[in-house]
């Protein structure tokens, strides 16, 4: 007799909760239930799946080996479920979008409006989370299309361009570089740089600098989002690189902090459209990114550069 789905998801979900009591919880069934599941799921392979103990269960060896090839299973089976729903409902319906808190909020807005115009029957649930929990997320089926930046950490998703985003320097009102017309390169030599937390792509970007500059790059003093970055530097603590479409909306109409031309590379960071490959909804999420790139060129395009079109 074969292991049932069910069984392959109440082990998968033991070892993810490291007890039978909070699994049993968890799934919304009896402990004793969860454990007569277990235990045949273990009789159908001949091997002990999970290590019991009173601190909790933990799987073994052979557990352990079987948990790539449950989740690619369950990942499956999601995507039967999607493509049956999807068939039947068309574009209708609500699609889950994941999106960087430090994109989200100052590009959506622009795009938002138009999807729903362009697909009145469509709804988008919108949550924001860090890139490397969006793109694991995607995989494991919380979303259906994600905004993410490059260069990812999870393979053979399928992925859209939207547009190249500038980041700029900025500083506190007050601060020997706000009197200048333009920043050089090595100026930056020994200045305090401040990054938001290393979770976020963007602190990458910020290490790159501070390290080709000569930069001090301030571990102590991360922001836990852009806009308390954006405090820190105003504070005096040190100056950023923060992206362009933050700075269109929250530094340039406010005036608490500057941002100052900097002579030296242009970084930047690129933001991309991803989705599950093999997904029935393929199509739809490239008119999705044909849309957002349109809005762009339309009125972003003094900020950001569209990208190619072409997927990845």
């Known amino acids: 007799m074969e292991p049932t789905f069910k069984q392959l998801k109440y082990l998968r979900t033991v070892a993810e909760q490291g007890s039978f009591r909070r699994a049993a919880d968890y799934l919304n069934v009896s402990q004793p239930t969860l454990t007569v599941q277990i235990s045949v799921l273990e009789e159908k392979f001949g091997r002990v799946l999970l290590e019991r103990s009173r601190q909790g269960a933990k799987l073994t060896p052979i557990g352990r080996s079987l948990m790539p090839h449950i989740l690619a299973i369950e990942r499956e089976v999601f995507s039967l479920l999607q493509l049956a ?88 009102i007050d601060h020997p570089f706000a009197s200048r017309e333009f920043v050089m390169p090595r100026e930056l030599n020994g200045q305090n740089l401040l990054a938001i937390e290393e979770k976020h792509r963007l602190f990458d970007l910020m290490q790159t600098i501070a390290t080709e500059y000569g930069a001090k790059l301030l571990r102590d003093y991360e922001g836990t989002s852009l806009d308390t970055l954006k405090h820190m530097i105003s504070t005096g603590l040190g100056i950023a690189f923060l992206p362009s479409l933050y700075v269109r909306l929250e530094i340039e109409a406010r005036k608490d902090v500057l941002s100052i031309p900097f002579k030296g590379e242009q970084f930047s960071r690129e933001i991309i459209l991803a989705w599950r490959r093999g997904s029935p909804q393929a199509e739809f999420y490239q008119q999705i990114a044909r849309l957002m790139r349109n809005q762009c060129q339309r009125h972003l395009s003094d900020f950001v550069d569209v990208t190619s079109p072409s997927p990845q």
């Open 85 to 172: 729903q999807e068939a039947e409902n068309s574009l209708a319906g609500t699609y889950r979008l994941g999106v960087p808190p430090t994109v989200g909020p100052y590009f959506l807005p622009e795009v938002i409006p138009i999807i729903h115009k362009t697909f009145p029957g469509l709804k988008i649930f919108i949550r924001e989370k860090e890139p490397r929990d969006l793109e694991l997320g995607l995989l494991h089926g919380e979303y259906d299309f994600i905004m993410t930046s490059q260069p990812m950490e999870i393979p053979n998703l399928m992925t859209a361009s939207l547009y190249k985003e500038p980041l700029y320097l900025v500083c506190a």
